[in-house]
């Protein structure tokens, strides 16, 4: 293979299914990912050494003994934190209607600079301040009212996954189509099908404007409910922190290993229930692999019954779906992107669980 071969550019692989397959194997070595690798890995060195005696240390449940990254991400200066985020919903404000109850939304676009990971700062088109925006509930059958306020420098849009006329799409050339800069709208519909989705901008180009931040998760309950559970929202994204239309940076919940630093605190025996997003923008593929369990998976959430029992489910750009299980043991337990690259430049995380 000729040296100048290595330079092909991933958007070139992608664009040509020839190039794609004979590519596939170059993948990895052509995305420039190299310097955020050194940057996040620099911990790895410490914390790899001095073990080399065989046995389990008696440390092995604090320590994670994996790479991850040096100091923190000050959730008070990104103005939101993904301990939060995980079980944070915004179920709006309910008002009567004719006998109908509506749910009434407000999403603000903002531009604002936040840090995906320490000293990594990312310059993100926001909804309401915060990446992903707010986890928006609402149960099946119900009207949903969001005010859409455009405080960003560019046109944006909000467009909802679900069923509804095209006027409530959210898309440029349709409806109101977009909403410029100080504009504002509001998009209406009922709440259908139940399951988990997704909402985000809609202008062009469309890769920039979700890739920026400009995206949440859209829960619709069944209208009987499901099982009582620990339930959290995870959204597996991106960041392209130098503008070559890759990603640096990999995350659930916006933050380099936010959950490797702070494990995710989940009980003994406990139904949980997790509701994974993926609106990765570049990568073709995500996907959320979970250690020493098995889960049910229900894609898209839209059936009462579980399609897999797994420990693995691979996710294209915009799909989701229901992870729920239960924990036998107490202990730490990793969960991470089986596309292992990703794991290493923060898409990795831990649940610890206790009685
Ligand atoms: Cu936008």
């Known amino acids: 293979m000729k040296s100048g071969d290595r330079k092909i550019s991933r958007r070139r692989l992608l664009g040509s299914a020839a190039g794609a397959t004979a590519g596939l194997g170059l993948l990895h070595e052509s995305i420039p990912h190299r310097g955020a690798h050194d940057q996040l890995a620099r911990a790895a060195g410490e914390e790899h050494g001095g073990r080399g005696g065989g046995g389990v240390p008696s440390e092995a449940h604090k320590g994670a003994g994996h790479r991850g990254t040096v100091g923190r991400v000050d959730p008070r200066v990104n103005g939101f934190d993904p301990q939060e ?6 179920r709006g404000r309910v008002v009567r209607e004719g006998g109908r ?3 009434e939304f407000e999403l603000v676009a903002e531009d604002r600079e936040i840090e995906v990971a320490p000293g990594v700062k990312f310059a993100a088109w926001t909804y309401n301040g915060r990446v992903p925006g707010p986890t928006l509930r609402a149960t099946e059958g ?3 009212r969001v005010k859409f306020v ?3 420098n560019h046109p944006h849009t909000i467009h909802f996954h679900g069923i509804h006329r095209d006027l409530s799409d959210g898309i440029p050339g349709v409806g109101v189509g977009n909403i410029e800069p100080g504009g504002s709208t509001t998009y209406e519909f009922d709440a259908l099908p139940f399951g988990l989705h997704l909402y985000h901008c809609h202008s062009t180009p469309l890769a920039e404007h979700i890739a920026k931040g400009l995206y949440g998760a859209f ?4 209208e009987k409910g499901r099982p009582e559970a620990d339930e959290l929202v995870m959204v597996m994204n991106g960041f392209d922190t130098n503008f070559d239309l890759a990603n640096e940076v990999y995350a659930v919940n916006t933050v380099a290993f936010a959950y490797h630093d702070s494990p995710i605190q989940v009980k003994r025996g406990q139904l949980v229930r997790m509701y994974v997003v993926n609106i990765l923008e570049f990568d073709l593929l995500n996907s959320f692999h979970l ?6 998976y229900y894609p898209t959430g839209t059936k009462r019954e579980p399609r897999d029992f797994t420990d693995t489910v691979v996710m294209g750009q915009g799909e989701r779906g229901i992870l729920e299980l239960r924990f036998p043991f107490t202990g730490k337990y990793m969960f ?8 290493d430049l923060g898409w990795m995380g831990f649940f610890e669980v206790t009685d």
């Open 85 to 90: 985020i995980l079980r944070d919903y915004d």
């Open 101 to 103: 109850t509506i749910r």
């Open 142 to 144: 119900e009207r949903v």
């Open 150 to 152: 455009n405080g960003s």
């Open 219 to 222: 829960i619709i309950d069944p």
């Open 291 to 296: 250690h020493a369990n098995f889960f049910d």
């Open 336 to 343: 991470h992107a089986h596309v292992s690259e990703f794991a």
